[in-house]
């Protein structure tokens, strides 16, 4: 049984989709997040919340969704695998959906050393894939791992990460198809700039059929400035910044690339709402939070359609 969430009723109904992300404070101040999603209200479905982005200590994901329940939006529980084992994932989200959690997103997470707590030690219990079919046992089967019977068990519209430009290529479709068969819902793929590579993805994606198996939401990151830019094509792995991209950024004042970005990402979801398998688009304006309305509203996408 799925969650009934504002997102899954959306994209069931056959609408273009829009959900955001907020990154938690590194602290435990609530009215930070309120702040922050005070900009996202009314212009997304749902708003995932980030989980020790970066491997970075921050607010626990679960009670910054829970803030924002409180604040009358939607959140999607981004949850790692990096930082607790089975036991710990299982109680997590049982504890969520309680909560009146209803989205969930599956990812491995960033490696500690990368974070600001390198010496920390990490967990990888289970993988994304693993994880995936974790809730879906616990949703659908009403078991836990390991087999035993669960006395309520989670909604949830259980969602997972894509990155379609992660070497090899020609595998990113089939690491994909594992996720989709695993228990993954929705797709939210990483911030896509080469439009040339994701339009050859979404090709392969749709002639193996997995479009009509799971919806599947384009990542867009509007580009800040050409430092921005140039810092994620060089050090971000699994990043593909074409060239043009950062050349169009040098193109302008540098007062003025901060809306040469958001123009940017404009004109790709203008291109993605017309893309076969697209079925919407995920805005990650990670501490720009105040100027995701404009790429949206931007798009053509507000207002958002309303639910009967």
């Not at 974790?134 to 989670?154: H, I, S, V, Y």
């Not at 690491?175 to 439009?195: E, P, S, V």
């Not at 950062?246 to 203008?270: H, S, T, Y």
């Amino acid at each position: 049984m799925k969650a009934g969430s504002n997102l899954e009723k959306m994209l069931t109904a056959g609408h273009f989709a829009v959900t955001g992300e907020l990154g938690p404070p590194q602290g435990n101040d609530a009215e930070e997040v309120r702040h922050k999603a005070s900009y996202l209200k009314g212009i997304v479905e749902s708003v995932n919340i980030t989980d020790n982005q970066t491997a970075v200590v921050r607010m626990a994901s679960w009670a910054a969704c829970k803030i924002l329940i409180d604040e009358g939006l939607e959140p999607n529980y981004q949850m790692v695998c990096r930082d607790r084992n089975r036991l710990a994932l299982m109680a997590d989200i049982l504890g969520a959906t309680a909560l009146g959690i209803k989205n969930v997103l599956c990812l491995s997470g960033d490696h500690q050393r990368f974070g600001d707590h390198p010496e920390g030690k990490n967990v990888y219990d289970l993988d994304s894939v693993q994880l995936l079919a974790t809730f879906k046992k616990m949703r659908d089967e009403k078991k836990f791992l390991n087999d035993k019977d669960l006395e309520g068990a989670p909604e949830l519209f259980i969602g997972a990460a894509s990155n379609p430009f992660a070497d090899p290529f020609e595998y990113r479709v089939h690491r994909l198809a594992k996720k989709i068969a695993a228990g993954a819902d929705f797709i939210q793929t990483q911030c896509i700039y080469n439009m040339d590579k994701f339009r050859e993805f979404m090709k392969q994606t749709v002639d193996m059929g997995l479009h009509e198996k799971c919806y599947i939401l384009a990542g867009i990151t509007p580009m800040k400035s050409v430092g921005m830019a140039n810092y994620m094509a060089k050090f971000v792995p699994g990043m593909d910044v074409p060239a043009e991209i950062v050349q169009r950024l040098k193109g302008v004042d540098k007062k003025d690339q901060g809306a040469e970005g958001i123009k940017i990402a404009i004109e790709q979801i203008e291109e993605m709402k017309e893309m076969e398998g697209v079925a919407g688009v995920h805005v990650m304006a990670i501490e720009w939070e105040h100027r995701a309305k404009e790429v949206i509203e931007g798009a053509g996408l507000l207002p958002r359609p309303t639910l009967d």
